[in-house]
Structures are given as structure tokens and as C-alpha cells.
């Protein structure tokens, strides 16, 4: 309705939305090569991707059917005494050019854990073969963890830290939390292979730098095509329903209210709207509520 007003056009509206809130970096373009090398690492992708579909429902059963999620939940928020609210998404009702563009935002992550578990596993002593099976197996357990983690947490659910006046998104936690690990981890993993080389490689094929370089550049598009896959085969199909569940469960707990985060002229204001019950029987649609009422 605002874009319409000062006369944006849609398309407009929708690359304004994208760099706004899904800003591409240089991690993104890292990835893009993958796009060519498909047809190479596509078989390799596929070998992996179709035994992390069972292990993700799996995962998905433990965490959100079985609780476990929820119950973590719960001791963050008894171990920091922080208030659990809901303040609607930034992107609810962008444009799909939009959502496309959150799917790419949200793959540096799933693909970094890939070239993580390599790395890893690169060091132990055992044959190149058994390095790949083993980073591949170690991989398909944290990615599916993870993907469905971040599913639950995109969300309404916030973290309200009156203490230090903070307030943060379940999914910036966990961003949080998960990315400096995966970054720090990768620099420093990377730069011990650079110094030290064959001598703390093992295997045939990996004691070689050049054949090591170009094993690291497969794994890391690799995981490129594996997260697209994700993209595709979970988060679109199950992400709205383990979302939807997850924010159910913190409604037993926690009765959460749900806020708007205004800003006007300068002023900030959370202002008290329903509670999430209430929210979510509405489907999260603030204009249809408008309507109603």
C-alpha cells in the first residue's frame, strides 16, 4: 500500500525489499561458480542429498514432534531471564523475488558447514576415500540439524533483553551463535592447512597440495548444490509447517504477546498488539486483522 502510494512499481518494490533486508555479500558470490560446475558436482550432491532426506524428518521429529527444540528454549530463557515476545518479521508480505532472494541469503551457512566437516575430518588418520565418507555423513547430520533450527526460528518469536535494552529474533540468535563458530573455525582450519600441509594430511590423494586445493573447491560447491536442494526439498515444503509448530509450543509455555516495533520521526515504539494465539489463528496477517476489525 506504501509503495503504491509514492507511485513504486512492483518490481521496484521488490529489488528495494531485497537489498534491504537480503543483502548479498561476498560470501554469496563465492558460491555462484557452483552454478556452472552442476553437471560435475551435481552426482557428488545428489549421493549425499538423498540419505539426508530420512535424517532430516528424523531430526525434525526429535526437535519439534518429540519437544526437544522447545525444551531449549525453555533454559535459555530460565539461564538468562530474558522475556519471550513476538514482533512480526521485516519481510512478512515481500515481494517472492524477495523470498528467493532470503533462500540465497540464508546458504553460506549450510554450504560453510560442508567445507567445515571436510576440513575436520581431514585430519584424521585414514584413507582419502574414508575422509570423504566420514565429512560427508558428519556433514548430513549438522545441516539437517541446523536446517531445521533455522525453519523453527523464522519467525514471529523474539528475545527481549530489558537489561542491556536489547532485542533480538530467535533467527539472529541462533545466526549468532552458529556463524562466528563456523567462520573463526574455517579461518583457522584453512590457515593450518596453508602452514603445515602434508604433514598433517593423511591419504593418497590429500597429501598432494594441488589435488587437496581442488578437493576444498569441489566440497565447497558441493554443498553449494546440496543447499539449494534444502532449500527446495525442506524449507519450502515442511519450513511453514515446523515453523507454525514450534511457535504453537511457545504458546503453551510462555504466552508470548505480539508487538509492532514502530519508527516514526525519529521515535521508536513497541506497541502491545494481540496476543500470539491470537496471531497465529490469523495466519500471521496483519492486513487481514485490519479488515476484521
Known amino acids: 500500500a506504501e509503495a503504491r502510494k509514492v507511485h513504486i512499481s512492483s518490481d521496484r518494490q521488490g529489488r528495494i525489499e531485497s537489498d534491504l533486508l537480503h543483502r548479498l555479500r561476498l560470501q554469496h558470490f563465492l558460491l555462484f561458480p557452483s552454478l556452472i560446475l552442476w553437471p560435475l558436482v551435481g552426482i557428488f550432491a545428489a549421493i549425499i542429498s538423498i540419505p539426508m532426506m530420512p535424517l532430516l524428518k528424523l531430526i525434525e521429529w526429535i526437535l519439534i514432534k518429540k519437544k526437544a527444540l522447545s525444551g531449549v528454549a525453555i533454559i535459555i530463557q530460565r539461564y538468562t531471564r530474558w522475556e519471550i515476545i513476538g514482533i ?5 508480505g515481500s515481494k517472492q523475488f524477495g523470498k528467493a532472494l532470503a533462500s540465497i541469503h540464508r546458504m553460506p ?48 518469536l523474539t528475545f527481549a533483553d530489558p537489561t542491556n535494552r536489547r532485542i533480538i529474533p530467535m533467527e539472529s540468535y541462533v545466526d549468532e ?6 567462520g573463526v573455525g574455517l579461518i583457522f582450519l584453512l590457515s593450518r592447512q596453508l602452514m603445515y600441509g602434508s604433514k598433517i594430511r593423511t591419504g593418497e590423494l590429500l597429501i598432494d597440495p594441488v589435488p587437496f586445493s581442488i578437493s576444498v573447491l569441489l566440497v565447497l560447491y558441493t554443498a553449494t548444490i546440496i543447499g539449494i536442494t534444502v532449500e527446495i526439498l525442506f524449507f519450502r515444503s515442511r519450513g511453514e509447517e515446523v515453523r507454525m509448530t514450534f511457535q504453537k ?21 513497541l506497541v502491545p498488539l494481540m496476543p500470539l494465539s491470537l496471531w497465529l489463528e490469523t495466519d500471521e496477517d496483519y492486513d487481514d486483522l485490519l479488515k476484521e476489525t
Open 88 to 92: 512480526p518479521r521485516l519481510d512478512d
Open 109 to 156: 551457512t549450510t554450504v560453510f558447514l560442508g567445507l567445515f566437516a571436510y576440513l575436520i575430518v581431514s585430519y584424521s588418520p585414514m584413507s582419502s576415500f574414508n575422509v570423504l565418507l566420514l565429512s560427508s555423513l558428519v556433514y548430513i547430520i549438522l545441516v539437517s540439524a541446523i536446517s531445521v533450527i533455522r525453519a523453527a526460528t523464522e519467525s514471529t
Open 177 to 182: 551463535k552458529l556463524g562466528p563458530w563456523v
Open 249 to 269: 509450543q511457545m504458546v503453551d509455555v510462555f504466552q508470548p504477546d505480539v508487538y509492532l516495533f514502530n519508527r516514526n520521526l525519529g521515535t521508536l515504539r
